[in-house]
C-alpha cells in the first residue's frame, strides 16, 4: 500500500464513514440541493443544512447561512479578496503566503491598483503582531494571513493579530488550509472575520469541498453569479446569505462526505488528533536530525508547528530524492517548489525546492522509521 506521508496536499486515507457516506449518497440519492421540492431533494437540502450547522459548530460560529460552500480553499480565498478588495485599497499580509492568497493579490495589484505590504517573517516562519499593527494606514482594507504555513508548518499568532484587526476595524482573514481539522480555531476566541477553509486536507473530507465562514458585516461582492434555485425571475444575484456567495449546483455528495469527516473529527476530539500528530512531529523531528547530511527548515518544535517538515540533503536534488523515495520504497512526499515561492525566498530554497513531509491522523511512529531508513540509504550512496 505505500507509505502516504503527503497530507499537507490532501489527507489519505479518508475516516471508512467518508467513503461510506459519499457512495450511499450517490448511489440513493444522487439530487441536487435547494433545487427540487421532492422529498429526496429535500433530503439533500436538509444534509446541506446539517453540514453548514455543524461546520459552524465545529470553528464556535453561530450563523450556518453565512458558511458558504466552495470547491476548495483557493476559491474560498479568490472569494473573499476579489469580492472586498477595490482600486487602489491597501492590503496586509504575511512573506510566507501559498500562491492561493498571494498569487490572487499580485493579480489584483497588476490589475486594480491595490497595495500590498508584506510582513517579513523570521526564516522559522514566525511573524510579529506589532508589525502588523504598523504596516497599517488609512487605506488597510484588510489583513490576510496563514494559520499555519505549507512550508514551514509554523503556526502565525492569528489571536493577536486578529486582535489587533479588530481595534482598527479592519476585517481579518484567515487561511486554515494547514489547520482546520488539526488544530483548534475559535472564531470569537481567535477574532477572525473571515475564516476560509479547505475540506479535503486535515478536515479529512472529499476533494472538491471548502468554505468560507462570514463573520463580518462588510460588503463582500460575488465571484460568480447564476442560478441558486430560488427567486429565479430576479436577474441579478439575491443580496441574502448563502445565496449572494453561492451559486450553481452544489457538490453535495462531498459535502455529505465532509459531514461525515467532521462528525468524525468530533467524536475522536481535536485535542486527541492535535496530540497524536503532535508527537509523531517531534518524533519525526529527532528521527530526521539523524540523517546525514540533513538540513530541516522551520522552527523543529512540535509546539510551534503542524505536522508539515521540510528539509534538503545536501547535495541532492529534493525530485531526486523524492523520486528515490516513491520508485525505491513507496514512499509517498513532496518535493520540489511548494506553492508557496515566497517561503522558499525565505529559507533560500527557491533554486533547489525541498522534500516535504506531511504528517496526518492516520500515520504512525513506524512510518517516519521507514523514511529515515530509506533516507540513510539514499545518502550512502556516492
Ligand atoms: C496554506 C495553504 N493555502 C491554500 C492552499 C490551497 O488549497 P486547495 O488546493 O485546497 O485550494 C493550500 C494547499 O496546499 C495551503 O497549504
Known sequence: MGIYLDNAATSWPKPKVVYDAVYDFMINNGTSSGRGSY?????????????????????????????IFTSNITESLNLALNGILENGDHVITSSIEHNAVWRCLKTLERDKGITITKINATK??????KDVE?????????????????????????RDIGKI?????????????????????????????????????????????GGLIVNWDGDIKPLKSGGTGGDSAYEY???????????????????VGLRESIKFINKETIEKIHDKESKIVEYALNRLEEVKDIEIYGPKDSEKIVGVISFNIKNKRAENVGYELDSKYDIMLRAGLHCSPNAHDLIGTKEIGCIRIGIGYFNEKEDIDKLVAALNEITLQN
Open 124 to 129: 522559522d516562519g514566525f511573524t510579529n503582531p
Open 165 to 209: 484587526a479588530r481595534t482598527h476595524n479592519i476585517p481579518f482573514l484567515v487561511d486554515a488550509a494547514q489547520t482546520a481539522g488539526a488544530y483548534p480555531i475559535d472564531i470569537q476566541e481567535d477574532n477572525i472575520d473571515l475564516l476560509a477553509f479547505t475540506g479535503h486536507k486535515s478536515l479529512l473530507g472529499p476533494m472538491g469541498t
Open 237 to 255: 444575484q439575491p443580496d441574502y446569505y448563502p445565496n449572494r456567495l453561492e451559486t450553481g449546483t452544489l457538490n453535495v455528495s462531498g459535502i
Open 39 to 67: 422529498k429526496k431533494a429535500m433530503e439533500s437540502d436538509r444534509l446541506i443544512y446539517e453540514t453548514r450547522k455543524l461546520i459552524a459548530q465545529f470553528f464556535n460560529f453561530n450563523d450556518p447561512k453565512k458558511v
Open 134 to 158: 504598523e504596516a497599517i494606514n488609512d487605506k488597510t482594507k484588510l489583513i490576510i494571513f496563514n494559520h499555519a504555513s505549507n512550508v514551514l508548518g509554523t503556526i502565525s499568532p492569528i
